[in-house]
């Protein structure tokens, strides 16, 4: 690990600073992710800003126009068995629990599982080209061993995929992450805080360099009741998606009124497409229905040889998801335990 | 850069000052003289180093010793009352719950803050809350039964 100094700032405003002071420096928060990466020598930062004890950001509260504010610093256990958002989110709560362990989901926070790195193995090794550690060197997966790559939005540049579980519920739930710099505090929309790899894959996120996640806000609850998030992994438990699904349902009178589907393990971003949720709208939740929207969100879906069964498996995990959550959501194992 | 950290660890005031990078893990073993906890894949990925933080289970290979500062640490070490056994370990060795030992003292740790939050959990709490300690020798039936019998015995689970 390289040496680094080590400052514990104790408001937004000095954390930010601190970070201005220090471009290459890293926040760290659970420091799961990061400390993980910095005994490879994948993340070298010569400065560590511990935002982990800034007042603020630690708390889940209750949002004028009926949604919920969650703290960069609150932890995923924390969402998880939170009642609020056990009772009107519940989609978020069981995909965090579909994720990591129990140790880890204690010190994982919510600010840090948005900014996780990829899980590429290639990544993880410095001795390996990446064109994510450095620009323009070079991409070892590709022709390389890609059983967890990217079927979709993948670029000739990288193929990785975004691991996070959480961030699949949240883009399904149309999340808002709140970001504070040296110029002030903005608004970005989950769709377009994670990014897909193009020409710079070196870049995970919109998030500037100089700012820092302070929460992320929860629309007013809608969907309620029929929702699923169902996982596939190597084993039921503690392993990384291979491919995940987030679905959510309005029903009424036997049709869908509204629908949200987001994909996890098969992009460098939590894969979305309005077209195949507004082509669930209005119809019956049936099979041909639910085909037709895996149809337009798989829609230019490729493999890279290893993984080219992702693409068969992601619509079955969908189809599966859907009638999961028409039929009223998970069972009492959860979706994830069993798939 | 060395840094002075604080904390408490098993009821007593621990000083060091730790080397920039070193884990709670390394603080613990070498400079505290702690060797309860386990060094298994320094990955965050085995469970052998989790101990409890303020009452929660860590991993103590991925948390900087720096972040640690005044909060209380409590391993393995620190399970028994004096000379008396915690539920857990006592059932531990009725049910021949540990073959080499070196998942013990995670599991330990990560069934006590299960029995702290939960005193009778369900079979499914107890597989949910060492899911992710590995042990390649139990085969972890004798653990997760350990665990559920230790629920059943008298004393207190907090010390
Ligand atoms: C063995 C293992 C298994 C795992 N399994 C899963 C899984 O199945 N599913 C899953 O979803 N995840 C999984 N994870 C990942 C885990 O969820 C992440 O490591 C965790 O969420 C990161 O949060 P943290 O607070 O520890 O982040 P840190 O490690 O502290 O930080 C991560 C990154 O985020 C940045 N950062 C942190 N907070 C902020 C902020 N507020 N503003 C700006 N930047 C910030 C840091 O600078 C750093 O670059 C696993 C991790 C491990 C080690
Ligand atoms: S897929 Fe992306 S992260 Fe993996 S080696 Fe290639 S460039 Fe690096
Ligand atoms: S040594 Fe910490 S999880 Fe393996
Ligand atoms: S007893 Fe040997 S690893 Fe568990």
Redesign the pocket.
């Known amino acids: 690990m390289n040496r680094f100094t080590y400052v514990r700032p104790v408001t937004v405003a000095d954390a930010v600073a601190a970070k201005a002071g220090a471009p290459a420096g890293?926040?760290?928060?659970?420091?799961?992710?990061?400390?993980?990466?910095m005994k490879s020598d994948v993340?070298r930062?010569p400065r560590l800003?511990d935002?982990?004890r800034v007042p603020g950001?630690d708390a889940v509260t209750a949002l004028p126009d009926g949604g919920l504010r969650i703290g960069?610093?609150v932890?995923?256990a924390r969402v998880a068995y939170d009642r609020q958002i056990a009772a009107a989110y519940p989609l978020l709560a069981e995909?965090?629990l579909?994720?990591?362990?129990a140790q880890?989901?204690n010190?994982?926070?919510?600010?840090?599982?948005?900014?996780?790195?990829t899980?590429c193995h290639y990544f993880y090794d410095p001795s390996m080209p990446c064109n994510k550690r450095t620009r323009g060197a070079g991409c070892a997966a590709i022709g390389g061993v890609t059983r967890m790559h990217a079927i979709l939005g993948a670029s000739e540049h990288c193929i990785a995929t975004h691991?996070?579980?959480?961030?699949v519920a949240l883009a399904a739930l149309e999340a808002v992450v709140q970001?504070s710099g040296p110029h002030g505090a903005r608004a970005i929309p989950m769709a377009e805080f994670h990014r897909l790899p193009g020409d710079r894959p070196d870049l995970d996120t919109t998030?500037g360099a100089d700012?820092?996640?302070?929460s992320v806000d929860l629309p007013a609850a809608r969907f309620t009741t029929h929702t699923a998030y169902m996982?596939l992994?190597d084993r039921a438990s503690?392993?990384?998606?291979i491919v995940s699904v987030a679905a959510a349902l309005r029903l009424r009178d036997g049709r869908i009124e509204e629908a949200r589907l987001a994909l996890?393990g098969v992009a460098q971003k939590p894969w979305r497409r309005p077209e195949a949720e507004e082509a669930l709208r209005g119809r019956a939740p049936d099979e041909a229905t639910f085909d037709r929207a895996a149809d337009i969100l798989l829609d230019g879906a490729r493999g890279q040889g290893d993984n080219d069964f992702k693409i068969g498996l992601a619509r079955a995990v969908l189809l599966r998801a859907l009638a999961q959550a028409a039929a009223g959501g998970s069972d009492a194992q959860g979706g994830h335990a069993r798939a | 850069m060395r840094t002075p950290v604080q904390f408490r660890h098993n009821g007593t005031e621990a000083a060091v000052f730790a080397d920039g990078g070193e884990s709670l893990l390394t603080v613990l073993r070498e400079r505290v003289g702690d060797t309860a906890p386990k060094y298994g894949c320094g990955?965050?990925?085995c469970g052998a180093c989790t101990v409890l933080i303020d009452g929660a289970p860590h991993?103590a290979c991925?948390t900087l010793a720096e972040t640690v500062q005044g909060r209380e640490v409590t391993t393995a070490g620190g399970l028994k009352d004096g000379a008396a056994l915690h539920p857990l370990q006592t059932a531990f060795m009725s049910h021949f719950a540990a073959q080499c030992g070196y998942c013990t003292p995670g599991m330990l740790m990560a069934a006590k803050a299960l029995l702290d939050r939960s005193p009778r959990p369900t079979r499914e709490e107890v597989v949910e809350a060492i899911a992710?300690n590995v042990c390649r020798c139990t085969g972890y039936e004798p653990i997760i039964n350990a665990i559920l019998a230790a629920a059943q015995m008298p004393g207190p689970h907090r010390y």
């Open positions: 890293r926040f760290i928060a659970g420091g799961t992710n990061l400390v993980d990466l993340e930062p800003i935002i982990g950001m960069a610093l932890t995923n995909a965090i579909a994720g990591a362990s880890l989901r010190a994982a926070t919510t600010g840090g599982n948005l900014l996780q790195r899980r691991p996070s579980d959480m961030c970001v998030l700012e820092m996640v302070t996982k992994r503690y392993a990384f998606a996890g | 990955q965050g990925t991993l991925l992710g």
